[in-house]
């Protein structure tokens, strides 16, 4: 799977993803992820990407032309890949824009995203993106959660980790990603593991006695405890 993330700030997002087991993933061949520097693409003399927003108001919009050229070459890229390695085939990827505005992130959208060869992340900063370049390239605005941040970029990075995951071969052993939090909306049980004790506080019997029906039982009734407990809204969708 490839990850095209178009941002002002390459080196955060670079130096953020290769490291840890997205890192290893990519020294492997099964991801490959590339952070395109918007402000490659101005034709302006002193580099400027932004101005000022037309009504007035606090803050610099980021201008529609840069993003533009920059997400043109990124798709042209995407093209030629495609053509060498699929004759025939000729889609327009999809286009996230990171964004408070958008759909709020989840488990689900992470396993759809996770089924496309190549996805493009729109990393916006100041205070927005010209409107009509967002009409032309996006195909999904995605918010990761209720708050406002400085930029698109730990957002883009935090669904790529997400969706990484779910690439077979990213994990060790791929049922670490099917048994975990979110699973059949159910938050994950506890988990323990040597020294059987530890400042006095015993690991649950039901652990150690080697009975894996009351051990799976166990598991289940702790799930379901933590999700009523800490998110009852996932119970009730
Ligand atoms: N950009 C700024 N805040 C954001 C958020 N909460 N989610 C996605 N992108 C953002």
Redesign the pocket.
């Known amino acids: 799977m490839r990850f095209h993330i178009l941002t002002l700030f390459p080196d955060m997002v670079e130096q953020g993803l290769h490291t840890s087991i997205i890192g290893r993933a990519v020294e492997k061949g099964l991801l490959a992820i590339e952070a395109v520097n918007i402000r490659d693409y101005t034709v302006d003399k002193h580099k400027k990407v932004d101005d000022y927003p037309y009504g007035g108001g606090a803050g610099m919009v980021m201008q529609a032309e840069p993003v533009y050229q920059c997400y043109e070459a990124v798709k042209k890229k995407i093209e030629t890949k495609a053509l060498l390695s699929n004759p025939g085939t000729r889609k327009n990827p999809r286009v996230i824009y990171?964004?408070?505005q958008?759909k709020t992130?989840n488990q689900t959208m992470a396993e759809e995203f996770a089924q496309e060869e190549d996805l493009v992340f729109l990393c916006?900063h100041y205070e927005g993106i010209d409107e009509r370049v967002l009409n032309e390239v996006i195909t999904d605005y995605?918010?990761?959660?209720?708050?406002?941040?400085?930029?698109?970029e730990l957002?883009a990075m935090i669904m790529i980790d997400a969706i990484s995951r779910l690439v077979p071969g990213v994990l060790h052993n791929d049922v670490s990603a099917e048994f975990e939090s979110f699973q059949d909306n159910l938050l994950e049980y506890p988990q323990y593991t040597r020294p059987q004790t530890y400042l006095g506080m015993s690991v649950p019997e039901v652990l150690t006695s080697g009975n894996h029906q009351n051990i799976d039982k166990w598991r289940k009734e702790q799930s379901l405890a933590i999700t009523k407990a800490n998110r009852p809204d996932l119970l009730e969708e």
């Open positions: 990171l964004s408070p958008g992130f916006g995605v918010s990761i959660g209720d708050y406002v941040l400085t930029g698109g957002p």
